[in-house]
């Protein structure tokens, strides 16, 4: 098992139409047979930066992940909506986090 962590920065003036294509995004993503978990955060001191919380029990539930028509519809609707590309960083679970 593994977890992806995302950071997002949105443009501020795109910050609904984010919010509404994340959403969609979120649910689409949590009908995965192969997606453990998906969570969308928002920070509080600043609501234009955004986390995504991923979880994947094996490489393939990501290679399906990605190869989803929703994740390339996604790809498509939110680089206009974003301040730089994303940051995503993979880890490993140690402690507390179970499948």
């Given at each position: 098992m593994?977890?992806?962590h995302v950071n997002i920065n949105v443009k501020p003036e795109c910050?609904?139409?984010f919010m509404k294509e994340i959403t969609w995004f979120a649910e689409e993503c949590r009908k995965?047979?192969?997606c453990l978990r998906f969570d969308v955060l928002?920070?509080?001191e600043d609501p234009t930066k955004f986390m995504i919380l991923e979880?994947?029990?094996t490489d393939e539930g990501v290679v399906a992940h990605q190869q989803s028509e929703h994740y390339k519809r996604w790809?498509?609707?939110?680089?206009p909506l974003i301040v730089e590309p994303r940051i995503r960083v993979?880890?490993?679970p140690i402690v507390g986090v179970e499948g």
């Open positions: 593994f977890i992806l910050l609904d139409e995965e047979p192969g928002q920070e509080l979880a994947f029990p790809g498509q609707v939110a680089p993979r880890y490993r």
